[in-house]
T-cell receptor, first 114, second 112 residues
Framework: NAGVTQTPKFQVLKTGQSMTLQCAQD?????MYWYRQDPGMGLRLIYY???????DKGEVPNGYNVSRLNKREFSLRLESAAPSQTSVYFC?????????????FGPGTRLTVL | DQQVKQNSPSLSVQEGRISILNCDYT??????FLWYKKYPAEGPTFLIS?????DKNEDGRFTVFLNKSAKHLSLHIVPSQPGDSAVYFC???????????FGQGTRLTINP
């Protein structure tokens, strides 16, 4: 039982390049999330998927797209990377209906855009 | 507009003493509050939560207190241990929603 896995762990891009961050969970959770963490800013929600086939914008969606490929997988795409997107990206999953809606996080992807 | 605020970026406590981490919020529509712990190069892990209808929740060395009139919650760790050194995030959930709003985090250092 791996929980939430993310690939890659590290990535360096040049401005304008594109890439896709991959996330998968094996807990049979319906909901999945993408966050970014920046110094002094905490965790900010980029996009989330309440269930397979649905996606919604979070607090900071500009410059990103997402795909909920199936119940297990939720990818985040940067079409044209910018230095402002240098950050640590976390994927999370949860099962709606639980009392506190605890979210389980992956280990993160550290992205640098030059 | 920061709806969940952790005003102390860092806190240093001696091993064995009590650690108190604070969190303030602005929106009365939050119905659950959660604390997460994060070690370097790892994802956050859930620590403890509290419903807005309660004022205290305890789990071993960890206790969360909620003061709704002041829109303030705190996490107490007693006794503090070296393994508690980490960044702690406060988070809040809107009633009827799944999304969480996180605070900026507080870096706790436990000194031997």
């Amino acid at each position: 039982n791996a929980g939430v896995t993310q690939t890659p762990k590290f990535q360096v891009l040049k401005t304008g390049q594109s890439m896709t961050l991959q996330c998968a969970q094996d807990m049979n959770h319906n909901s999945m999330y993408w966050y970014r963490q920046d110094p002094g800013m905490g965790l900010r929600l980029i996009y989330y998927s309440a269930s397979e086939g649905t996606t919604d914008k979070g607090e900071v969606p500009n410059g990103y797209n997402v795909s909920r490929l199936n119940k297990r997988e939720f990818s985040l795409r940067l079409e044209s990377a910018a230095p402002s997107q240098t950050s640590v990206y976390f994927c999370a999953s949860s099962e709606p209906g639980l009392a506190s809606d605890e979210q389980f996080f992956g280990p993160g992807t550290r992205l640098t855009v030059l | 507009d920061q709806q969940v605020k952790q005003n102390s970026p860092s806190l240093s406590v001696q091993e064995g003493r009590i650690s108190i981490l604070n969190c303030d919020y602005t929106n009365s529509m939050f119905d659950y509050f959660l604390w997460y712990k994060k070690y370097p190069a790892e994802g956050p892990t859930f620590l403890i939560s509290i419903s807005s209808i309660k004022d205290k929740n305890e789990d071993g060395r960890f206790t969360v207190f909620l003061n709704k009139s002041a829109k303030h919650l705190s996490l107490h760790i007693v006794p503090s241990q070296p393994g508690d050194s980490a960044v702690y995030f406060c988070a809040a959930r809107f009633q009827g929603a799944q999304k969480l709003v996180f605070g900026q985090g507080t870096r706790l250092t436990i000194n031997p």
